[in-house]
């Protein structure tokens, strides 16, 4: 039995015209389709990207909203530094004992403040290795014929400070010049060694 209303597909094999606007309309729902999952992956992409943002940006905020009162705060510190390189070791021990106890006092605050920013993460520049490092030094003098190689760390002039992973205060170093110093002769004048 051939049912009468089934249509056969014409000899060259195009389709009819319900069909062929059919296909047509299928295929631009797909292709409208992938372009609005497209746009949402996208759009989802974009807000999981502010909220990470957000989330930085929050801890960011905590970290480091302590900076100005931290700066602040290290000139407490180094003034506390200053009395104690102002009253040096043999004077302490010749001095009369209520003396001793405003000394030892100052130190014992100093420690505690030096504590107490560490606790915030505020910690100082570790120079002990005599590396120059542009990003956390400032040179403030190149020292001749120091002994040390041209560039490395003669002396720290002022402590640094660095907060979390920031610089909150550059160490002041001076750094050796690595030339030897010129000579004077018996006239006057001077000549250079290094020939």
Known sequence: MTDETEQAPSPQGELEPEQDQTLEETAALKAEAAELRDRLLRALAEVENTRRRAD????????????????????????????????????????????????????????????????????????????????????IAKVPNSGKSAGAIVDVVQEGFVIGERLLRPAMVTVADGAAPAQKTEAGSSFDIKA
């Open 56 to 139: 930085r940006d929050r801890q960011d905020a905590s970290q480091y909203a302590i900076a100005a009162f931290a700066r602040d705060m290290l000139s407490i510190y180094d003034n506390f530094g200053r009395a104690l390189t102002a009253c040096p070791a043999d004077l302490r021990e010749s001095a009369a004992s209520q003396v001793k106890a405003v000394v030892d006092g100052i130190e014992a605050t100093e420690r505690q403040l030096l504590a107490t920013l560490e606790r915030y993460g505020v910690k100082p520049i570790d120079t002990s290795d005599g590396k120059f490092n542009p990003n956390l030094h400032q040179a």
